[in-house]
Structure formats: structure tokens, C-alpha cells
């Protein structure tokens, strides 16, 4: 399948592409380098230095025999969009080419119209091209399991059945997004679900938790190909940044209580999501969700899992309960169901002391590289100005 990867130089754009391509899939990768530009102006940079994306499409070829083909530039230059659709008309559309970050988001002014105007854009037109020049193609989008917040009741898999004055009816599951970035995503399922309704697309909208890890099967062995792993409270995620915390004998920052919950999942289990997906598209006229994470912990319980894993190696780990930079529930119920992606194949991978342990050697290795001042920086959501 030919299969076009939007912000193929992420986190988790670029593990995607080289997985898909390890599987025979025929990958070319686009991208601006926005994340990368936002780092270094907020002076966020990340645990390790990376190649840009040309450099990393010829080391991979290198390393697998397999080519993957790189466009640089911005989803929101319609004419640079149509150029790279008409050129290589790709069957699939992953689309990861948002503004990542809720903290990001919360910042300042210009940080919030940039997130709204680069993420919603972007979408609108990836959904424009794919009617113009693929219109069979599948998107698979990569939405948030922070779209749906933290209701007092079960979250369902993007559908809920309403019975309403004797009759009934299925309604897209109501979102009370909380940051942001989490509204944007928010905005991006109503755009697609709207296209659905009227072009008869077929999209994927894959509801992932937050993603922790940096090996793969297909870059174990080849530090050259990891992806970015950002640690900082901006573009980090949770794991992540308490991995390097305690590397860097940084107490954990716990927000508050500690007890928010949320759905999460190791990058290979990501892979394997987006592959399974792509591989068993939706039908035309189909917008199918899908919550994507494997397990639920809260903060609490992720921070102990780490203090006790670095005690192991021998580290002092102290968690640290802080005023909460944000407006959340620190105790509340969550149920998330997750079927559709075990009902298609994936083998989860777990949270297991050697996946932790795998993660803290990676870091150890880049200890000197860890800026404390990167760490936290107490981005608030009452303060965006």
C-alpha cells in the first residue's frame, strides 16, 4: 500500500513510517519541523540529537534496504499540499501534523492561535486533498483520549447510543476536552465526521492515550534512528519525563493529588495500532473510533513504578507533590472501553519492570545531557496571556 505520513519526523511519525515500511508498505514522509522549531525557541531541547528527516530516510535505507521518500514542508501551503498528493497519491493518509503539546497551548496568546490555526488547517486540508486527488484513500487520524476528559461515567469507543423521550439515537460521544490542544482535537473529529457525512471518506480517528518509550524493533541497535524523547513539562510526556527526573536526581512532579487516570500505551503497542488500522481500512462513508491505549494508571501509580525502578539501579528517587499547574480533576472515575484494536489483532505490550528498566538505560546513557531547567516550568492554565 502507498502510505503517506503527515509529521513524519515526531515522536511517533517517524517510528511509524520505518515500521510500515519494514512491513513492505511503499512510505513517504512529510514534514516543517514545526516541533523541532518550538523546542528551540522555548529552549525545550530534547535528551539526545537527531538527524533532519533526508538523513534519516537514506539511514534507514541503509540499515533495511528500504526507501522512504521525505517532502518537506508546511501542511497549511495548499499548493505545496496538492503538489505532494498529486505526486505521490497515496492509497492511506496517517495523519500525526498537529501542534502536539496541551502545555504548549496553555502558554501564551501566540502560542494558542498558532495551535488552533497549524492543527485545524492542517486537517482541513489533508481532508481537502484526499477528496481532490485519493478520495478512496483511509485517513487514519491520531486524535486524544483527552478529548473526552473525565465524565462520571463509562467512556465508550467514540459512540454513544441515546435514548431521549422514547426514542433513540447515536450521537458522537460527548467531548469535554481539557486543555486547548485537547479542544483542537476535539475540532478535528467534527471536521472529519462532518467530510464523512458529506464525501462519503473513509477515516479512522484512533483516540490514543499518552505514549511512553523510544525502542522499536525496528531501531533497537541503531541509536540513529530513535525518535525524538523530549522530558521536559512542555513537550514531554509523563513517563518519559519522570524516567529522566529521576535520572537527573529531580523529585517527581506529581500535579496535586496525583490521582488523575488516564489510558496509556508503549510506542511499539502505537506501531502496531496504526499499522492494524491502516491495513484494515474503514469502509467509504465510515468514520470509525477507536480508543488507543493499553492500560489505565494514575500519576501516583506511574511515579511509584518509577521510584521503584530507579531505586533498582541504585538512584535516589523522591516524588514530590506541587500545586497543580492545571485545571483537572486529580480524583476522579474513569472507565475508558478499548476493544476495537484487540478485536483487530494487537498484542499488547505491558508496563513491566524490564520495559522501564529498558527506558532508564536509554536515559542513563544521555545523562549529560539533562538540563534541570528544562524539566518544569509551572505552564499554567489560568495564565495564558
Known sequence: MKILILGGDGYLGWPTAMNLSAHGHEVAVLDNYLRRKLATEEESGPLYDLPELAERCRLWQAHSGKEITSYIGDLCDWDFVAGVFQTFTPEAV??????????????????????????????????????????????????????????????????????????????LYPRQAGSLYHTTKVMDTDLLWFYVRMWDLRVTDLMQGPVYGMMTDENEGQPDLYPHFAYDEIFGTVLNRFVVQAVANYPLTVYGKG???????????????????VETPADAGELRIFNQFVETFSVNDLAGRVKSAGEQLGLDVEIKSIDNPRKEMEEHYYNPAHTGLLDLGLEPHFLTEEVLQGIFAVVLQHKDRISDDCIFRGVKWSRTG
Not at 481532508?127 to 465508550?156: Q, S, W
Request: aromatic share 8%; charged share 20%; hydrophobic share 35%.
Open 94 to 171: 496517517v495523519h500525526y501534523a498537529e501542534q502536539p503539546s496541551a502545555p504548549y497551548s496553555m502558554l501564551r496568546r501566540s502560542a494558542a492561535t498558532l495551535t488552533i490555526n497549524n492543527n485545524l488547517l492542517a486537517t482541513a486540508n489533508t481532508i481537502f486533498a484526499v477528496r481532490a486527488f485519493c478520495p478512496d484513500a483511509h485517513i487514519v487520524k491520531l486524535g486524544t483520549m483527552g478529548e473526552y476528559g473525565t465524565p462520571n461515567i463509562d467512556i465508550e469507543e467514540g459512540w454513544l447510543d441515546v435514548e431521549h423521550k422514547g426514542r433513540k439515537h447515536k450521537f
Open 259 to 277: 490521582g488523575q487516570t488516564r489510558g496509556y500505551l508503549n510506542i511499539k503497542d502505537t506501531l502496531n495500532c496504526i499499522r492494524l488500522s
